[in-house]
């Protein structure tokens, strides 16, 4: 899997990660893939459910590492 850009918001609390998560996709190519990493709980759920609400595509299932989360999301 080619990684295209990597979103590090580590440190940022809920909503943030979900929308500095949208405005990048916006700006990316279709087709590139977006890597997303987070430290907030709450996103392991939000960040993929509002991706595949505005159309995105998510690459896997959000990833577990520790106290962080990765998201593998295709514009």
Do not use: W
């Amino acid at each position: 899997m080619s990684i295209d850009f990597t979103l590090d918001l580590r440190g940022e609390s809920c909503p943030y990660p979900v929308i500095y998560t949208l405005e990048t996709l916006r700006d990316l190519k279709k087709g590139q893939l977006l890597q997303v990493i987070t430290d907030c709980p709450s996103s392991f759920r939000n960040v993929p459910e509002e991706v595949v609400k505005h159309g995105y595509t998510l690459e896997q299932d959000p990833v577990r590492n520790g106290q962080e989360f990765l998201f593998y999301i295709r514009a």
